[in-house]
C-alpha cells in the first residue's frame, strides 16, 4: 500500500493534498495515507489514455479477454490482502466482500467471453449492386468501435463490483476504450489494491502504457478536471443525483459535449395490491424487513416507497413490517458520513407534516451503525410534497397509504424515473390492474412480480438504468454485457477493399463470428 | 392549403403570427399564409401526444406497420399536387422532387417491415434456475419499449425525407411514440401537405389522435417551447450546429435532461493520395466539381475540405478542380436567407489570411442562384485558424495544401467530428498510410474509398451521423433502420406471469421472432 496514484504503469504522488480512510467498525482511521492526484497528473494520465487508444482501439478481442481475464486472476491473487482491506474501509462483512469480488470477476470473465467470441460488434454488410437502377448500390460495411478514453467514477456502496474494476470499467476496456478511474475516497486503499491488479494485467499482457490509470481525489476538483479535459470522451459514474447531475451539467458545457452515464438515485417503489395484501401482508411484510435492511439498507435498489390502498390489512401490514424491521439488529454503514446523510435525510422525511414514524429502533447502537426506520404517510400528502420522493440512502422505507386505486396510480404516474418498480401480487390480482401495471412501466427500467428489488443479476436480460433520474440515459444499462453499448459507436466502410478492412468485416469472416449480411444473420463466408 | 397546424387530427389557427413560404425560382413569396402554432396550442399537441402515447406504446408492431405504410400510400396520393408545392418552395427541381419522395416512402416501408417482422426489439430472455446455489436465478426477459413523445425538427434540405415524415418521424413512430414535428418554415407547405397524408392514415389505421401533430412556426420559439416541455421525451433535428446545439443546451437544462439527437454541420474531408494525384488528378477533379455542385451544394455531405500534399500534381488537380468548376451551371438554393449565409461565410473564410480562390463564377446568376467557389489554403495556415473549419454551405470547397505526410496527419487529427472522410488512393497506395486512415477513422462516422461523400444509401449498414459536430451523439445514427434506437430504451420484466409478458417475451414466442434465449439466438418456443 503505497498511497500513490496510478499514472498509466507508474506511481505518483506529486500533490499536496493527503487524505485516509476510515473503519466505520471500529470507529478510526486507517493508517496509509493517500495523496491526491494533482492537475499535472490528472493531465498526464489523460494524454497516456488519449496515447493508448491509438494502439489498444485496435487490439484484437482475444487480447482484449486476455487482459480482463489475467485482470481477474490478479484480483483473485490478492487474496485475504484485498479482503481484508475492503472490510476495513467499508463496515461490510468478509461475506460481502468476498460475494462482491466473485461478481466482480463474473463481469470480467463475462466481458472476456463477450469480445473474444466479437459478435456483440454488429458487424453489418451490404454488398453492392453494380448494376442497380437508376443509381449503383455501393459496398457498405458497419461495426462498433470504440469512443476513447473513459472516465470512471467508483461507487462508494460496491467498492469492488461498481469501482475500480467494476462494470464500468469493465465494459470500457472490452470496448477498447481506456479507463482513468477517479477512485471513491472512501476506499482508497481497495481502490489501489485493485489497480496494482489491473495495472500487472496490462503488463502481463502486453496492454499499452495508460490504458488504465487510477486518481486519488477527497473533493470534487479531481473528477471535474477530468470531465472537462477534451481528450475524455465519456463518463460512467455511480453515485448520488447530486454527484451524476453535477458531472452531466459540467460535461454538456464543454465545446465538445460527451456523453455521461450516471446511475444515480431511486426509491424502487412496491405496490402491494389488496389481495396479496390480504392473504400474506405477514409474510411480505417479514420480507421487505429483510429487503429494507440488506447491506443497512445500502443498494440503489433498496426499496424506500411501499404503496397500497388503505384497509385494515395494510394497516396491519405497516404493523408487522415495523414489528419485523425492529427485530434486526443494526449494522454498520459505510462511513459516518454516509451515517450523517442517513440521519440528516431521514429527519427530513420525518419532519414534514402528516408523517408517521411507525418503526424507530430507538436502543443505543455502535457508532456508525443505522437505526432502522419506517414512517406512513397518506396518499394525497406523499403526491403534494416531494420532499417525502427524497431517496433515504439507509435501511428506511415509506409506506403510503392511498384513499383508492385511483389515487394509487396518480401517484404512480407522478413518480420521479426509478431503477426499478415492483408488484405484490395474489396470483391473478395483477389482471385487473393493467392500467397501473402500465403506468409503473413508464417510470422504470425493471419491474418485478412478487419479489424485491434487491438483488441485481448479472445478465444479458437485466436493465439497470430508467428514466431519469434513475439514470442520465435510459437508453442504456448499467449492469449485464449490454452496458458496453455505452462505450462504443456505430462507424461505416464505404467500398473499403477487403484486405484493409477490419478482420470482423473481411469478406472470408476470418473470426467466424455473427454478421448481418444482406439483413440476414449468419457466420457465413461472402 | 389551409396556412393552419395539425393539433392532433384538428386543424388548428389560433395564433397571431402569420407568415409564407418563398419560391427562390421566381424569387416571389408564395400565396398560403401560414399561422404560427400559439402557446396552447403548443402545449395542446403536447398533452394530446402524452395521452396517445398511452394507447399507441402497446399498439403491435403489425398495426404500426399498416399505419406506417399507409403514410406512405397517401404521400403517394398526393401526387403532382405535392412535387408542385415542394418545388414551389424549395428551387429544386421536379426530378429531386420525386427521387427525395420515393426515398421517403422507402424508408416508412423500410421501418413498416422492420416492426412488422419485430426481431428488432432485442427480446432477449434469461430463465429461472430454481436450484441454483448460492442464490436461486430469478426469470428476467428483456425488450425495447419507446421512449414518449418525440419532437422533430425538419431540414431545409430535404423537405421530404429529413422533414415532416422522414427518416426521424418514421423511426420514431416505428418506435412507437408520437411524433410532433416542429415544420420547417421553409417548406412549410409541403410540411402541411404531408402532415395531411399522415393524418389520414392515422384516422385510417385506427391510431389515437394526437399520434402526430405538424406545428408552424417562423422562428425559433415554437421549437424552444417544444424542447422545454417536461412531457417531450426526446428530440430529433437535422441542420446548423448553431441551432443544434442551442437545443441541446436547452434539453440539458431542464428538471429531466432528454436524449437529443441532432445532425449538424460537417465539411466532410477528402484526403488523396499522391499516386493518385499523379495517375488520375484530372478525373478526380471532374469527380468532384460535380460532387461540390451536387443539390446546388445543399448537402451534409457535400466535400468542402479537400487535402493533398504540395506537389505540382497537387497544383495541377487545383487547376482542372478549378477549371471543372466553372463550367457547372450555377443552380438555384433553397431560399434567399440560405444564399445570404451562403455568401457570407464564404465571405468569412475567403477574407482569411493567405487565402486564394482558385475558381469564382463570377458571371451574373439569376436571383437566388449559387455562384460555386473553390479556394486553396497552406496546410499551415489551416491548422491555425479555426475559421477555415467553418462549414460554407452550398457549392463551395476548400483544397488544402499540406507540407508532408506528417502535416496532413496532424490536420486530420485535429478536425472536429465529421460525418464521413473519404481517401482517395491508387490501388494499394493506402496500404502506406495506415496511421492517416486511423486518424481519420477517429474524426467521421463513415469512411469511403476512392468514392465521393455525397449520396447517402438508406440501408442497414449506414451510418449517418458521427464525433461531435457532425451529430450530438455519435452512439447512434440517423440514416437507416438502426436509428430506431434512438427513441427506445431497454426494459426487465422479473418473474413476470407469461400471460401478462408482451407477446415478444413469452415462452409461445407468438409473433415468432427471433430471440436471445440462454445467450442463444433463436426463434424457437421455450
Redesign the interface.
Given at each position: 500500500m503505497t498511497g500513490k496514484n496510478y499514472i498509466g504503469n507508474q506511481l505518483s504522488a506529486n500533490g499536496n493534498k493527503t487524505f485516509q480512510t476510515f473503519n466505520p467498525e471500529l470507529n478510526t482511521e486507517n493508517s496509509t495515507v493517500f495523496t491526491e492526484a494533482s492537475s499535472e497528473e490528472i493531465q498526464e494520465a489523460v494524454t497516456l489514455a488519449s496515447k493508448a487508444f491509438?494502439e489498444f482501439r485496435?487490439i484484437s478481442g482475444k487480447r482484449k479477454a486476455d487482459f480482463l481475464n489475467t485482470i481477474a486472476d490478479e484480483i483473485l491473487a490478492l487474496d485475504d490482502e484485498l479482503v481484508k482491506m475492503y472490510c476495513s474501509e467499508t463496515g461490510l462483512l468478509e461475506g460481502r466482500a468476498k460475494g462482491e469480488r466473485g461478481r466482480t470477476v463474473g463481469q470480467l470473465r463475462s466481458f472476456a467471453n463477450l469480445v473474444a467470441e466479437g459478435s456483440w460488434l454488429e458487424a453489418?454488410?451490404?454488398l453492392a449492386q453494380p448494376n442497380r437502377e437508376p443509381?449503383p448500390?455501393?459496398d457498405?460495411?458497419?461495426m462498433l468501435?470504440p469512443?476513447?478514453p473513459v472516465v470512471v467514477f467508483g461507487a462508494s456502496n460496491f467498492p469492488l463490483a461498481y469501482s475500480t474494476a467494476g462494470g464500468d470499467t469493465a465494459a470500457a476496456l472490452a470496448a477498447g476504450c481506456p479507463v482513468i478511474v477517479k477512485s471513491h475516497p472512501m476506499h482508497a486503499g481497495t481502490g489501489e489494491l485493485v489497480a496494482s491488479a489491473i495495472v500487472k494485467a496490462a503488463h502481463k499482457t502486453g496492454m499499452p502504457n495508460g490504458v488504465f490509470s487510477n486518481l486519488n481525489s477527497s473533493g470534487i476538483e479531481v473528477g471535474q478536471q477530468l470531465v472537462v479535459n477534451p481528450k475524455v470522451k465519456a463518463v460512467g459514474f455511480t453515485g448520488s443525483i447530486k454527484g451524476g447531475r453535477a458531472l452531466?451539467?459540467l460535461a454538456?458545457k464543454r465545446e465538445?459535449?460527451?456523453?455521461v452515464f450516471a446511475e444515480m438515485g431511486s426509491i424502487n417503489p412496491v405496490v402491494i395490491l389488496p389481495k396479496a395484501l390480504e392473504n400474506r401482508h405477514q409474510e411480505i411484510a417479514k420480507t421487505y424487513a429483510n429487503s429494507i435492511t440488506l447491506g443497512t439498507g445500502q443498494f440503489c435498489t433498496n426499496p424506500g416507497l411501499i404503496l397500497g390502498i388503505k384497509s385494515e390489512n395494510l394497516t396491519s401490514f405497516i404493523n408487522n413490517l415495523s414489528d419485523e424491521i425492529i427485530k434486526i439488529n443494526p449494522s454498520c454503514m459505510l462511513h459516518p458520513n454516509i451515517k450523517k446523510g442517513y440521519n440528516a435525510n431521514k429527519e427530513k422525511v420525518v419532519s414534514q407534516e402528516n408523517v408517521t414514524i411507525t418503526a424507530n429502533y430507538e436502543a443505543e447502537v455502535e457508532n456508525n451503525y443505522a437505526q432502522q426506520t419506517v414512517v406512513s404517510v397518506n396518499g394525497k400528502d406523499f403526491l403534494e410534497n416531494s420532499t417525502l420522493h427524497l431517496e433515504v440512502f439507509g435501511p428506511f422505507s415509506m409506506v403510503v397509504q392511498c384513499e383508492n386505486e385511483n389515487e394509487l396510480e396518480q401517484i404512480i404516474a407522478n413518480l420521479e424515473?426509478q431503477l426499478t418498480g415492483t408488484i405484490i401480487s395474489d396470483e391473478n390480482e395483477?389482471?385487473n390492474y393493467t392500467s397501473l401495471?402500465?403506468a409503473l412501466?413508464?417510470r422504470v427500467?425493471?419491474?418485478?412480480?412478487?419479489?424485491v428489488p434487491t438483488?441485481v443479476?448479472v445478465?444479458?436480460?437485466?436493465?439497470h438504468?430508467g428514466?431519469?433520474?434513475a439514470s442520465?440515459?435510459?437508453?442504456?444499462?448499467a449492469v449485464g454485457i449490454?452496458s458496453i453499448?455505452?462505450w462504443?459507436?456505430?462507424?461505416?466502410?464505404?467500398?473499403?477493399?477487403n484486405s484493409?478492412l477490419p478482420k470482423e468485416l473481411q469478406n472470408e469472416n476470418p473470426l467466424d463470428i455473427?454478421r448481418?449480411v444482406e439483413?440476414k444473420?449468419t457466420n457465413q463466408k461472402i
Open positions: 491509438q485496435f453489418t454488410i451490404d443509381i448500390k455501393l457498405i460495411r458497419k468501435i469512443l476513447g452531466l451539467d454538456a465538445e459535449p460527451i456523453p424515473g395483477v389482471n401495471v402500465a412501466q413508464n427500467g425493471r419491474i418485478i412480480f412478487n419479489g438483488g443479476e445478465c444479458e436480460s437485466m436493465v438504468g428514466p431519469y433520474p442520465t440515459d435510459s437508453r442504456f444499462t449490454n453499448k455505452r462504443v459507436r456505430p462507424f461505416s466502410y464505404q467500398d473499403w477493399p484493409l455473427f448481418t439483413g444473420r
